[in-house]
Protein backbone atom coordinates (compact mmCIF):
# COMPACT_ATOMS: atom_id res chain seq x y z
CA UNK A 1 0.00 0.00 0.00
CA UNK A 2 1.47 3.63 -0.57
CA UNK A 3 1.67 5.97 1.82
CA UNK A 4 -1.91 7.66 1.08
CA UNK A 5 -3.41 4.72 1.01
CA UNK A 6 -2.43 3.94 4.24
CA UNK A 7 -3.42 7.11 5.86
CA UNK A 8 -6.51 6.97 4.36
CA UNK A 9 -7.03 3.67 6.18
CA UNK A 10 -5.68 4.64 9.46
CA UNK A 11 -8.10 7.96 9.31
CA UNK A 12 -10.84 5.75 8.44
CA UNK A 13 -9.79 3.22 11.46
CA UNK A 14 -9.86 6.58 13.74
CA UNK A 15 -13.26 7.27 13.00
CA UNK A 16 -15.13 4.62 13.16
CA UNK A 17 -13.24 4.29 16.45
CA UNK A 18 -14.51 8.12 17.83
CA UNK A 19 -18.03 7.47 16.43
CA UNK A 20 -18.32 4.00 18.51
CA UNK A 21 -16.68 6.12 21.25
CA UNK A 22 -19.41 8.57 20.83
CA UNK A 23 -22.71 6.00 20.41
CA UNK A 24 -21.82 4.69 23.66
CA UNK A 25 -20.86 7.64 25.75
CA UNK A 26 -23.89 9.85 24.25
CA UNK A 27 -25.22 9.94 28.02
CA UNK A 28 -22.38 11.71 29.11
CA UNK A 29 -22.92 15.04 27.19
CA UNK A 30 -26.06 15.44 29.55
CA UNK A 31 -24.01 14.26 32.40
CA UNK A 32 -25.25 11.02 32.77
CA UNK A 33 -23.64 8.27 34.03
CA UNK A 34 -22.92 5.30 31.94
CA UNK A 35 -22.89 1.52 33.54
CA UNK A 36 -20.88 0.29 30.77
CA UNK A 37 -18.14 2.09 31.00
CA UNK A 38 -18.45 2.68 34.62
CA UNK A 39 -18.19 -1.12 35.11
CA UNK A 40 -14.88 -0.87 33.00
CA UNK A 41 -13.34 1.64 35.16
CA UNK A 42 -14.77 0.08 38.55
CA UNK A 43 -12.47 -2.83 37.15
CA UNK A 44 -9.12 -0.74 35.87
CA UNK A 45 -9.77 0.72 39.73
CA UNK A 46 -8.87 -2.33 41.27
CA UNK A 47 -5.39 -2.55 39.69
CA UNK A 48 -2.46 -0.10 40.93
CA UNK A 49 -2.49 2.22 38.00
CA UNK A 50 -6.58 2.69 38.12
CA UNK A 51 -6.34 3.36 41.84
CA UNK A 52 -3.70 6.14 40.98
CA UNK A 53 -5.83 7.14 38.16
CA UNK A 54 -8.80 7.27 40.77
CA UNK A 55 -7.24 9.25 43.33
CA UNK A 56 -6.26 12.07 40.57
CA UNK A 57 -9.65 12.62 39.07
CA UNK A 58 -11.16 12.38 42.74
CA UNK A 59 -8.37 14.73 43.79
CA UNK A 60 -9.19 17.17 40.16
CA UNK A 61 -12.97 16.98 41.41
CA UNK A 62 -12.06 18.05 44.94
CA UNK A 63 -10.16 20.40 43.72
CA UNK A 64 -13.34 21.94 41.69
CA UNK A 65 -15.86 21.66 44.27
CA UNK A 66 -13.97 23.65 47.10
CA UNK A 67 -13.12 26.35 44.02
CA UNK A 68 -17.17 26.39 43.56
CA UNK A 69 -16.09 25.49 39.16
CA UNK A 70 -19.15 25.38 37.30
CA UNK A 71 -21.57 22.29 38.20
CA UNK A 72 -19.34 21.76 41.10
CA UNK A 73 -20.24 24.37 43.29
CA UNK A 74 -21.87 22.55 46.41
CA UNK A 75 -20.59 18.97 45.83
CA UNK A 76 -19.77 17.11 48.67
CA UNK A 77 -18.52 13.27 49.60
CA UNK A 78 -21.87 12.18 49.78
CA UNK A 79 -22.61 13.05 46.20
CA UNK A 80 -21.46 9.86 45.00
CA UNK A 81 -23.46 9.68 41.47
CA UNK A 82 -21.90 12.63 40.68
CA UNK A 83 -18.37 12.09 41.91
CA UNK A 84 -18.97 8.53 40.12
CA UNK A 85 -20.27 10.26 36.81
CA UNK A 86 -17.29 12.80 37.01
CA UNK A 87 -14.46 9.77 36.77
CA UNK A 88 -16.17 7.74 34.12
CA UNK A 89 -16.42 10.87 31.99
CA UNK A 90 -12.63 12.13 32.51
CA UNK A 91 -11.75 8.77 31.88
CA UNK A 92 -13.90 8.53 29.01
CA UNK A 93 -12.54 11.74 27.53
CA UNK A 94 -8.97 10.42 28.52
CA UNK A 95 -9.56 7.43 25.99
CA UNK A 96 -10.59 9.94 23.95
CA UNK A 97 -7.55 12.04 23.82
CA UNK A 98 -5.56 8.93 23.80
CA UNK A 99 -6.66 7.45 20.41
CA UNK A 100 -6.19 11.11 18.92
CA UNK A 101 -2.53 10.81 20.10
CA UNK A 102 -1.63 7.17 19.19
CA UNK A 103 -3.39 7.53 15.89
CA UNK A 104 -2.12 11.02 15.44
CA UNK A 105 1.65 10.16 16.10
CA UNK A 106 1.19 7.24 13.85
CA UNK A 107 0.06 9.61 10.58
CA UNK A 108 3.17 12.19 11.82
CA UNK A 109 5.43 8.91 11.28
CA UNK A 110 3.71 8.03 7.97
CA UNK A 111 3.72 12.02 6.97
CA UNK A 112 7.07 13.33 7.57
CA UNK A 113 9.93 13.49 4.96
CA UNK A 114 9.28 13.32 1.46
CA UNK A 115 5.74 13.55 0.22
CA UNK A 116 5.33 11.37 -3.33
CA UNK A 117 2.51 12.99 -5.79
CA UNK A 118 -1.05 11.89 -5.48
CA UNK A 119 -4.15 12.43 -7.22
CA UNK A 120 -6.23 15.83 -6.09
CA UNK A 121 -9.32 13.43 -5.28
CA UNK A 122 -7.03 11.40 -2.82
CA UNK A 123 -5.65 14.92 -1.31
CA UNK A 124 -9.40 15.97 -0.84
CA UNK A 125 -10.57 12.99 0.37
CA UNK A 126 -7.61 12.79 3.21
CA UNK A 127 -7.85 16.26 3.66
CA UNK A 128 -11.81 15.99 4.65
CA UNK A 129 -11.18 12.63 7.07
CA UNK A 130 -8.50 14.62 8.55
CA UNK A 131 -11.30 17.51 9.42
CA UNK A 132 -13.95 14.91 10.48
CA UNK A 133 -12.01 13.02 13.13
CA UNK A 134 -10.54 16.37 14.28
CA UNK A 135 -13.75 17.89 14.51
CA UNK A 136 -15.16 15.04 16.46
CA UNK A 137 -11.89 15.16 18.77
CA UNK A 138 -12.85 18.76 19.97
CA UNK A 139 -16.48 18.77 20.04
CA UNK A 140 -16.40 15.61 22.09
CA UNK A 141 -14.38 16.61 24.89
CA UNK A 142 -15.94 20.12 24.78
CA UNK A 143 -19.13 17.96 25.21
CA UNK A 144 -18.34 16.02 27.88
CA UNK A 145 -15.89 18.36 29.87
CA UNK A 146 -17.16 20.84 31.64
CA UNK A 147 -13.35 22.34 31.63
CA UNK A 148 -11.05 23.87 34.48
CA UNK A 149 -10.05 27.25 36.31
CA UNK A 150 -10.34 29.14 33.03
CA UNK A 151 -13.58 27.98 31.67
CA UNK A 152 -15.11 28.82 35.12
CA UNK A 153 -13.14 32.63 34.63
CA UNK A 154 -15.39 33.32 31.32
CA UNK A 155 -18.97 32.38 33.54
CA UNK A 156 -17.94 34.84 36.25
CA UNK A 157 -17.23 37.11 33.27
CA UNK A 158 -20.19 36.58 31.29
CA UNK A 159 -22.17 37.45 34.72
CA UNK A 160 -20.58 40.80 35.47
CA UNK A 161 -21.52 41.57 31.76
CA UNK A 162 -24.68 40.50 31.51
CA UNK A 163 -25.74 42.47 34.90
CA UNK A 164 -23.64 45.98 33.27
CA UNK A 165 -20.73 45.42 35.42
CA UNK A 166 -17.15 46.20 34.63
CA UNK A 167 -15.12 43.36 34.54
CA UNK A 168 -11.67 44.74 35.18
CA UNK A 169 -13.36 46.20 38.37
CA UNK A 170 -14.81 43.14 39.90
CA UNK A 171 -12.85 40.17 39.17
CA UNK A 172 -9.02 39.95 39.36
CA UNK A 173 -9.80 36.12 36.91
CA UNK A 174 -9.49 38.20 33.60
CA UNK A 175 -6.07 39.33 32.15
CA UNK A 176 -6.74 40.24 28.36
CA UNK A 177 -8.01 43.56 26.43
CA UNK A 178 -11.60 43.60 26.24
CA UNK A 179 -12.12 42.23 22.48
CA UNK A 180 -11.95 38.76 24.59
CA UNK A 181 -14.79 39.22 26.65
CA UNK A 182 -16.74 40.74 24.12
CA UNK A 183 -16.51 37.54 22.45
CA UNK A 184 -17.31 36.10 25.08
CA UNK A 185 -20.73 38.05 25.73
CA UNK A 186 -21.66 37.01 21.81
CA UNK A 187 -21.07 33.36 22.76
CA UNK A 188 -23.46 33.76 26.05
CA UNK A 189 -26.27 35.26 23.84
CA UNK A 190 -25.84 32.17 21.38
CA UNK A 191 -25.46 29.85 24.83
CA UNK A 192 -29.05 31.46 25.98
CA UNK A 193 -30.61 31.43 22.95
CA UNK A 194 -30.08 27.49 21.48
CA UNK A 195 -29.79 26.44 25.75
CA UNK A 196 -26.66 25.03 25.21
CA UNK A 197 -23.91 24.32 27.77
CA UNK A 198 -21.44 27.87 27.90
CA UNK A 199 -18.48 25.29 28.01
CA UNK A 200 -19.92 23.37 24.98
CA UNK A 201 -20.29 26.73 22.81
CA UNK A 202 -17.56 28.43 23.80
CA UNK A 203 -14.80 25.18 22.46
CA UNK A 204 -17.47 24.84 19.43
CA UNK A 205 -16.41 28.50 18.93
CA UNK A 206 -12.74 28.09 19.26
CA UNK A 207 -13.02 24.48 16.87
CA UNK A 208 -14.40 27.04 14.33
CA UNK A 209 -10.89 29.02 14.58
CA UNK A 210 -9.16 26.31 14.38
CA UNK A 211 -10.58 25.41 11.15
CA UNK A 212 -10.15 28.44 9.79
CA UNK A 213 -7.00 28.45 10.65
CA UNK A 214 -6.63 25.01 8.63
CA UNK A 215 -8.21 26.46 5.80
CA UNK A 216 -5.34 29.55 5.69
CA UNK A 217 -2.66 27.14 6.45
CA UNK A 218 -3.59 24.93 3.30
CA UNK A 219 -3.69 27.93 1.21
CA UNK A 220 -0.34 29.57 2.69
CA UNK A 221 0.61 25.85 1.83
CA UNK A 222 -0.31 26.13 -1.91
CA UNK A 223 1.48 29.42 -2.24
CA UNK A 224 4.71 27.29 -0.52
CA UNK A 225 4.06 24.10 -2.52
CA UNK A 226 4.11 22.12 0.53
CA UNK A 227 2.29 18.58 0.58
CA UNK A 228 -1.57 20.04 1.64
CA UNK A 229 -2.59 16.61 3.52
CA UNK A 230 0.83 16.76 5.64
CA UNK A 231 0.00 20.29 6.51
CA UNK A 232 -3.84 19.39 7.56
CA UNK A 233 -2.17 16.64 9.99
CA UNK A 234 -0.01 17.86 11.41
CA UNK A 235 -2.20 21.17 12.70
CA UNK A 236 -5.49 19.27 12.99
CA UNK A 237 -5.00 16.49 14.17
CA UNK A 238 -1.83 17.89 16.67
CA UNK A 239 -2.96 16.74 20.18
CA UNK A 240 -1.57 20.03 21.27
CA UNK A 241 -3.66 21.94 18.94
CA UNK A 242 -7.15 19.57 20.08
CA UNK A 243 -6.31 19.02 23.77
CA UNK A 244 -5.97 23.35 23.90
CA UNK A 245 -9.59 23.76 22.27
CA UNK A 246 -11.28 20.61 23.35
CA UNK A 247 -10.17 20.68 26.52
CA UNK A 248 -8.55 24.05 27.94
CA UNK A 249 -10.55 26.57 25.96
CA UNK A 250 -7.89 28.62 26.02
CA UNK A 251 -7.48 31.08 22.87
CA UNK A 252 -4.11 31.75 21.79
CA UNK A 253 -5.23 29.97 18.64
CA UNK A 254 -7.24 33.14 17.82
CA UNK A 255 -4.18 35.33 18.23
CA UNK A 256 -1.95 33.14 15.66
CA UNK A 257 -4.82 32.77 13.53
CA UNK A 258 -4.87 36.27 12.99
CA UNK A 259 -0.97 36.42 12.87
CA UNK A 260 -1.57 33.64 9.98
CA UNK A 261 -3.93 35.76 7.93
CA UNK A 262 -1.31 38.52 7.61
CA UNK A 263 1.15 36.42 6.41
CA UNK A 264 -1.60 34.65 3.72
CA UNK A 265 -1.84 38.34 2.52
CA UNK A 266 1.19 38.99 2.05
CA UNK A 267 2.32 36.46 0.52
CA UNK A 268 -0.31 35.84 -1.72
CA UNK A 269 -0.42 40.02 -2.51
CA UNK A 270 2.89 39.86 -3.78
CA UNK A 271 2.18 42.27 -6.90
CA UNK A 272 0.64 44.97 -4.56
CA UNK A 273 3.17 46.13 -1.65
CA UNK A 274 1.85 48.58 0.14
CA UNK A 275 -1.08 47.17 0.17
CA UNK A 276 0.30 43.79 1.48
CA UNK A 277 2.39 45.27 4.08
CA UNK A 278 -0.61 47.31 5.22
CA UNK A 279 -2.73 44.13 5.65
CA UNK A 280 0.04 42.27 7.68
CA UNK A 281 0.32 45.15 9.89
CA UNK A 282 -3.69 45.27 10.85
CA UNK A 283 -3.86 41.67 11.37
CA UNK A 284 -0.84 41.46 13.29
CA UNK A 285 -2.04 44.38 15.39
CA UNK A 286 -5.32 42.29 16.03
CA UNK A 287 -3.74 39.39 17.06
CA UNK A 288 -1.55 41.24 19.30
CA UNK A 289 -4.90 43.27 20.86
CA UNK A 290 -6.24 39.62 21.27
CA UNK A 291 -3.47 37.80 23.30
CA UNK A 292 -0.67 40.65 24.22
CA UNK A 293 1.59 37.88 24.74
CA UNK A 294 2.37 38.25 20.89
CA UNK A 295 3.21 41.55 20.69
CA UNK A 296 6.89 40.47 19.25
CA UNK A 297 4.73 38.70 16.26
CA UNK A 298 3.69 42.65 15.65
CA UNK A 299 7.35 43.91 16.10
CA UNK A 300 8.85 40.63 13.62
CA UNK A 301 6.03 41.39 10.78
CA UNK A 302 6.71 45.20 10.96
CA UNK A 303 10.69 44.44 10.45
CA UNK A 304 9.98 41.79 7.94
CA UNK A 305 7.95 43.82 5.64
CA UNK A 306 8.90 46.98 5.65
CA UNK A 307 12.47 48.60 5.22
CA UNK A 308 11.75 52.15 6.52
CA UNK A 309 12.59 52.17 10.31
CA UNK A 310 10.51 56.17 10.35
CA UNK A 311 7.54 54.04 8.90
CA UNK A 312 7.67 50.53 11.20
CA UNK A 313 8.01 52.48 14.61
CA UNK A 314 4.89 55.32 13.99
CA UNK A 315 2.56 51.96 12.98
CA UNK A 316 4.09 50.19 16.17
CA UNK A 317 3.29 53.12 18.28
CA UNK A 318 -0.38 52.72 16.20
CA UNK A 319 -0.98 49.52 16.95
CA UNK A 320 0.04 50.15 20.97
CA UNK A 321 -2.46 53.47 21.11
CA UNK A 322 -5.47 51.03 19.64
CA UNK A 323 -4.83 48.25 22.35
CA UNK A 324 -4.60 51.21 25.13
CA UNK A 325 -7.61 52.69 23.77
CA UNK A 326 -9.98 50.11 24.30
CA UNK A 327 -9.25 50.26 27.92
CA UNK A 328 -10.26 53.40 28.12
CA UNK A 329 -14.02 53.09 28.90
CA UNK A 330 -13.29 50.72 31.76
CA UNK A 331 -10.65 53.03 33.05
CA UNK A 332 -12.01 54.38 35.87
CA UNK A 333 -13.32 52.12 37.56
CA UNK A 334 -11.17 49.13 36.58
CA UNK A 335 -8.16 50.89 36.35
CA UNK A 336 -6.29 48.90 39.18
CA UNK A 337 -7.60 45.78 37.97
CA UNK A 338 -5.96 46.43 34.36
CA UNK A 339 -2.67 47.79 35.71
CA UNK A 340 -2.66 44.95 38.02
CA UNK A 341 -4.25 41.90 36.40
CA UNK A 342 -3.87 42.88 32.44
CA UNK A 343 -0.28 44.54 32.51
CA UNK A 344 0.80 42.79 35.97
CA UNK A 345 -0.29 39.45 35.32
CA UNK A 346 3.25 37.09 34.71
CA UNK A 347 2.33 33.65 35.17
CA UNK A 348 3.63 30.58 36.67
CA UNK A 349 6.82 31.65 37.75
CA UNK A 350 9.67 28.89 39.15
CA UNK A 351 8.21 25.55 36.84
CA UNK A 352 9.30 25.91 33.30
CA UNK A 353 12.71 26.98 32.11
CA UNK A 354 14.79 29.27 33.28
CA UNK A 355 12.85 30.31 36.31
CA UNK A 356 13.58 27.11 37.49
CA UNK A 357 17.04 27.16 37.21
CA UNK A 358 17.48 31.15 38.43
CA UNK A 359 15.00 32.37 41.00
CA UNK A 360 15.45 35.99 40.15
CA UNK A 361 11.95 37.92 39.49
CA UNK A 362 14.36 40.45 37.75
CA UNK A 363 14.50 38.09 34.94
CA UNK A 364 10.69 39.04 34.23
CA UNK A 365 12.08 42.45 33.02
CA UNK A 366 14.86 40.88 30.93
CA UNK A 367 12.86 39.08 29.47
CA UNK A 368 10.49 41.73 28.25
CA UNK A 369 12.90 43.60 27.00
CA UNK A 370 14.64 40.64 25.08
CA UNK A 371 11.23 40.32 23.55
CA UNK A 372 11.22 43.99 22.16
CA UNK A 373 15.12 43.73 20.85
CA UNK A 374 14.87 39.80 19.43
CA UNK A 375 13.04 40.81 16.22
CA UNK A 376 16.10 42.75 14.85
CA UNK A 377 18.38 40.02 15.26
CA UNK A 378 16.75 38.00 12.89
CA UNK A 379 18.74 37.59 9.48
CA UNK A 380 16.89 36.41 7.35
CA UNK A 381 14.31 37.22 4.79
CA UNK A 382 11.53 34.12 4.86
CA UNK A 383 8.56 35.80 7.31
CA UNK A 384 7.25 32.38 8.42
CA UNK A 385 10.25 31.17 9.95
CA UNK A 386 10.87 34.76 11.43
CA UNK A 387 7.66 34.35 12.70
CA UNK A 388 7.93 31.05 14.06
CA UNK A 389 11.58 31.58 15.74
CA UNK A 390 9.15 34.59 17.86
CA UNK A 391 7.77 32.04 19.30
CA UNK A 392 10.18 30.33 20.07
CA UNK A 393 12.22 32.60 21.85
CA UNK A 394 9.05 33.23 23.79
CA UNK A 395 9.01 29.35 24.81
CA UNK A 396 12.65 29.86 25.18
CA UNK A 397 13.31 32.65 27.46
CA UNK A 398 9.55 33.12 29.24
CA UNK A 399 10.06 33.79 32.79
CA UNK A 400 6.55 32.64 33.32
CA UNK A 401 4.35 29.73 31.59
CA UNK A 402 1.02 28.21 31.19
CA UNK A 403 -0.03 25.18 29.25
CA UNK A 404 -1.22 26.93 26.83
CA UNK A 405 1.58 28.90 25.71
CA UNK A 406 2.75 25.19 24.05
CA UNK A 407 0.38 26.29 21.39
CA UNK A 408 1.82 29.10 19.87
CA UNK A 409 5.00 27.66 17.61
CA UNK A 410 1.96 24.92 16.80
CA UNK A 411 0.20 26.43 13.60
CA UNK A 412 3.73 28.14 12.01
CA UNK A 413 5.93 25.00 12.62
CA UNK A 414 3.19 23.35 10.40
CA UNK A 415 4.85 25.14 7.38
CA UNK A 416 8.40 24.46 8.61
CA UNK A 417 7.91 20.72 9.33
CA UNK A 418 11.16 18.90 10.85
CA UNK A 419 12.45 16.27 13.17
CA UNK A 420 12.54 19.06 16.13
CA UNK A 421 8.90 20.21 15.12
CA UNK A 422 8.22 16.26 15.77
CA UNK A 423 10.19 16.18 18.82
CA UNK A 424 8.40 18.94 20.30
CA UNK A 425 4.65 18.21 19.77
CA UNK A 426 5.66 14.84 21.09
CA UNK A 427 6.96 16.44 24.26
CA UNK A 428 3.83 19.33 24.77
CA UNK A 429 1.72 16.40 23.80
CA UNK A 430 2.99 13.90 26.20
CA UNK A 431 3.35 16.42 29.19
CA UNK A 432 -0.37 17.93 28.58
CA UNK A 433 -2.07 14.31 28.92
CA UNK A 434 0.15 13.43 31.62
CA UNK A 435 -0.92 17.19 33.51
CA UNK A 436 -2.92 16.95 36.93
CA UNK A 437 -4.95 19.77 35.13
CA UNK A 438 -5.80 17.59 32.06
CA UNK A 439 -6.25 13.76 32.23
CA UNK A 440 -2.75 12.10 34.20
CA UNK A 441 -2.28 9.66 32.33
CA UNK A 442 0.06 7.22 33.70
CA UNK A 443 3.54 7.10 32.59
CA UNK A 444 2.73 10.87 30.63
CA UNK A 445 2.48 12.20 34.21
CA UNK A 446 6.31 11.34 34.83
CA UNK A 447 7.12 14.03 32.22
CA UNK A 448 7.94 17.21 33.68
CA UNK A 449 7.74 21.21 32.53
CA UNK A 450 11.25 21.24 31.77
CA UNK A 451 10.88 18.20 29.28
CA UNK A 452 8.55 20.09 27.03
CA UNK A 453 11.12 23.23 27.57
CA UNK A 454 14.30 21.71 26.24
CA UNK A 455 12.17 20.56 23.48
CA UNK A 456 11.17 24.26 22.02
CA UNK A 457 15.29 25.26 23.26
CA UNK A 458 16.66 22.79 20.86
CA UNK A 459 13.93 23.58 17.96
CA UNK A 460 14.72 27.33 18.44
CA UNK A 461 18.30 26.55 18.26
CA UNK A 462 17.51 24.26 14.99
CA UNK A 463 15.56 27.34 13.24
CA UNK A 464 18.10 29.92 14.23
CA UNK A 465 21.09 28.14 12.63
CA UNK A 466 19.06 27.59 9.53
CA UNK A 467 17.61 31.56 10.29
CA UNK A 468 21.33 32.15 10.03
CA UNK A 469 22.22 29.39 6.49
CA UNK A 470 19.23 31.50 4.85
CA UNK A 471 21.00 34.79 5.52
CA UNK A 472 24.24 33.88 4.01
CA UNK A 473 23.17 32.26 0.64
CA UNK A 474 20.96 35.47 0.39
CA UNK A 475 24.27 37.48 0.42
CA UNK A 476 26.15 35.60 -1.57
CA UNK A 477 23.38 35.22 -4.11
CA UNK A 478 23.15 39.08 -3.80
CA UNK A 479 26.75 39.69 -4.12
CA UNK A 480 26.66 37.38 -7.56
CA UNK A 481 24.26 39.52 -9.01
CA UNK A 482 26.25 42.59 -8.37
CA UNK A 483 29.06 41.17 -9.86
CA UNK A 484 27.08 40.14 -12.99
CA UNK A 485 25.77 43.86 -13.30
CA UNK A 486 27.12 45.90 -16.08
CA UNK A 487 29.68 48.67 -15.19
CA UNK A 488 28.51 52.17 -16.04
CA UNK A 489 30.69 54.00 -18.30
Known amino acids: MTRANVTIAILAVLILVLCTLCYKGRPLFSGQYVPEIGAVVKDISKTSIGQKIYA ?39 LVALAGFFVSAVLFVINIGQQASISKSKIVITVAMVIIAGTIIRLLLAAVLYGNYDMNSYEIVTDILTKGGNVYAQTDRYNYSPLWFMILFALKRIQLAFDMPFHFVVRTFLCCVDLLTLCVLLFIANIRKLPPVRTAIFFYLSPVSFLMTGYHGQFENLAMLMVLTGIFMYLWLTTRPVLRAALLWLFATTGMIIKHNTFYELIICLNSSIKRNRIKLPLFLISVAIFLSLFIPYWDMGKKGIIENVFGYGSLPGLYGVTSLFRQPELKYLFIAAMFVFPFFLKGRDIISQCLLGTLFFLSFTTGISIQYFILPVAIGVLRPSNFFLLYTLAASVFILGSVNTFFVPGFHLFTWNGVWVAAVCWFISEMWFDRKAAACEVAVSKKDKKRQPRRR
Not at 64 to 76: D, N, R, V
Not at 85 to 91: K, L, P, Q
Open 56 to 94: QYYEQLRYFATLEIGPYKGLTKRDNNKIDTFIVTSSFAS
